[in-house]
């Protein structure tokens, strides 16, 4: 029977898709995680890794067995969490999830805060992509995270905390620069600038724009 500490290597090699980051989010050498790992698929009697793919992936068994040991972990520090509650105070790792383009801005108005109100708990902070956000509250992997809505996924529960408005900015020999109010359809024909794909603001303004598969359209 695999070890919990051999399910949370094998977990994060999944995560990262490589060997040598895994290791290092498990503050173990790759050579100990990897030998761990091996442990485990020797005594299970195959592989659950294709490590000739390039980022490696899971083998179809893999994945199973995969989906089985987040179940596990995932129990697992429910069980560990219950045990601290009724001890009283709250601690132990509590995963949290940020879109890159607002984590530089809001982070630091609370987390000097939040240590201070919950000293025993350690706040580990993943600053990701909305999609790789999604997958991994799905899979356990995050216990909260902070992002752009609405989202309307199934299965998670979203609370808006701020709202903030959009802005558009152009140059002063702009056309639109004498307009003191802006409609959608002044944009049209007009030349855009925005995120790259995967980022949900590029999303949310090509929506709210109903620039989607229009023309002049032009990811930074």
Same mark, same amino acid.
């Given at each position: 029977?695999?070890?919990?500490?051999?399910?949370?290597?094998?977990? /994060? #090699?999944?995560?990262?898709?490589?060997?040598?980051?895994?290791?290092?989010?498990?503050?173990?050498?790759?050579?100990?995680?990897?030998?761990?790992?091996?442990?485990?698929?020797?005594?299970?009697?195959?592989?659950?890794?294709?490590?000739?793919?390039?980022?490696?992936?899971?083998?179809?068994?893999?994945?199973?067995?995969?989906?089985? /040991?987040?179940?596990?972990?995932? %129990?697992?520090?429910?069980?560990? *969490?219950?045990?601290?509650?009724?001890?009283?105070?709250?601690?132990?790792? @509590?995963?949290?999830?940020?879109?890159?383009?607002?984590?530089?801005?809001?982070?630091?108005?609370?987390?000097?805060?939040?240590?201070?109100? @919950?000293?025993?708990?350690?706040?580990?902070? *993943?600053?990701?992509?909305?999609?790789?956000?999604?997958?991994?509250?799905?899979? *356990?992997?995050?216990? /909260?995270?902070?992002?752009?809505?609405?989202?309307?996924?199934?299965?998670?529960? %979203?609370?808006?905390?701020?709202?903030?408005?959009?802005?558009?900015?152009?140059?002063?020999?702009?056309?639109?620069?004498?307009?003191?109010?802006?409609?959608?359809?002044?944009?049209?024909?007009?030349?855009?600038?925005?995120?790259?794909?995967?980022?949900?603001?590029?999303?949310?303004?090509?929506?709210?724009?109903?620039?989607?598969?229009?023309?002049? #359209? @032009?990811?930074?």
């Amino acid at each position: 029977m695999p070890s919990l500490t051999q399910l949370e290597y094998i977990v /994060a #090699v999944d995560k990262h898709k490589h060997f040598g980051k895994a290791a290092n989010e498990c503050h173990v050498t790759q050579p100990t995680l990897s030998m761990q790992i091996q442990k485990v698929e020797e005594e299970i009697g195959y592989p659950l890794f294709d490590r000739l793919k390039k980022p490696i992936i899971a083998t179809p068994k893999g994945q199973r067995f995969l989906s089985q /040991a987040k179940v596990l972990l995932f %129990e697992h520090r429910k069980l560990m *969490d219950l045990s601290r509650q009724q001890g009283g105070e709250l601690s132990g790792d @509590f995963r949290l999830g940020v879109i890159p383009t607002i984590a530089p801005y809001l982070l630091p108005l609370f987390i000097e805060a939040f240590s201070k109100q @919950f000293p025993k708990i350690h706040l580990v902070i *993943d600053e990701l992509k909305t999609e790789t956000i999604i997958k991994n509250l799905h899979e *356990d992997q995050l216990d /909260a995270a902070i992002l752009a809505t609405p989202l309307n996924e199934s299965g998670l529960k %979203e609370r808006p905390i701020f709202y903030e408005p959009f802005s558009l900015y152009v140059s002063k020999s702009h056309p639109l620069n004498a307009r003191k109010r802006i409609k959608e359809d002044d944009l049209s024909g007009h030349e855009m600038w925005l995120l790259a794909d995967g980022h949900c603001f590029r999303q949310q303004i090509v929506r709210y724009c109903s620039l989607r598969n229009k023309e002049g #359209v @032009f990811p930074m």
